[in-house]
């Protein structure tokens, strides 16, 4: 633990769990303070308790739906009862559905973007005036679909294609506020939800859970599947001083997974 965030403030959505506990847990451990946003009440208070053990960091919690601008709202308004401040805004909160393309309802397409596009166009808005005022950091926490569609996803590289833009064109506005954008780009990464996807292909294809995995880190070449803290520790950096002149850049953390070159 080096501190380098020492008196600064995050904002993660998503953070009851995989990824989003694992970035909050890596910020606490750089100094910051955190506000976790999730749904699940006991989940949040589990995580928030063993982050600050484990730290001595504040880490506070809000239980809200964010696929509404009345719970981003609900959200920013935690941020000025509890800090009053805020000098990072993860945006990681959402999970598309896959399926065929002609069986996949006008309301699963609406619910894919409400949380994960819609929640971070939404907070960034509303928490930019003080973002700008800390001379702050955003990060959006995408996904490697956005630069690999594929037809049995199109939910998924839909709104990820369209966070990946939109965090692009947020980096200009970053340029001449003087608050870093940046976007990470998660591979399939284990977690809870991974694992229950897992379950249900494998029982498809008429194999094990782990023959499924290995088949994915074989056909793809990899050494492993990700971690949730491989992504955290790309987080981690990106929200330090030392990067400040990292800006408007898309990282992915998938092992070598995705193939091309953008």
Do not use: Y
């Amino acid at each position: 633990m080096t501190e380098e965030l020492a008196g600064k403030v995050a904002v993660i959505t998503g953070g009851s769990r995989g990824i989003g506990a694992a970035v909050a847990g890596r910020l606490a451990a750089e100094g910051a303070d955190c506000l976790l946003a999730a749904r699940t009440v006991d989940d949040l208070s589990a995580t928030a308790e063993s982050i600050g053990q484990a730290t001595g960091r504040r880490i506070e919690t809000c239980a809200v739906d964010l696929r509404s601008l009345e719970g981003c709202e609900q959200l920013a308004a935690a941020v000025d009862e509890h800090f009053g401040r805020v000098d990072i805004l993860v945006n990681n909160a959402g999970a598309t559905q896959g399926g065929p393309f002609l069986e996949v309802s006008d309301e699963t397409w609406v619910d894919g973007f409400a949380l994960k596009f819609w929640a971070a166009v939404r907070l960034s808005r509303l928490l930019w005036p003080q973002l700008k005022e800390a001379k702050g950091t955003v990060v959006n926490i995408v996904g490697g679909f956005a630069r690999t569609p594929a037809p049995d996803f199109l939910i998924g590289g839909s709104v990820n294609a369209a966070l990946a833009n939109f965090s692009k064109g947020l980096a200009g506005l970053g340029l001449r506020d003087d608050v870093n954008v940046n976007t990470v780009h998660p591979g399939q990464t284990v977690t809870s939800r991974l694992d229950e996807i897992f379950v249900n292909r494998a029982a498809q294809a008429g194999v094990t859970p782990e023959e499924f995995k290995q088949g994915i880190i074989d056909r793809q070449g990899l050494r492993r599947l990700g971690e949730p803290d491989d992504v955290a520790n790309v987080v981690a950096f990106l929200c330090l001083p030392a990067s400040r002149h990292i800006q408007g850049v898309a990282v992915a953390v998938d092992g070598g997974g995705t193939a091309g070159l953008f």
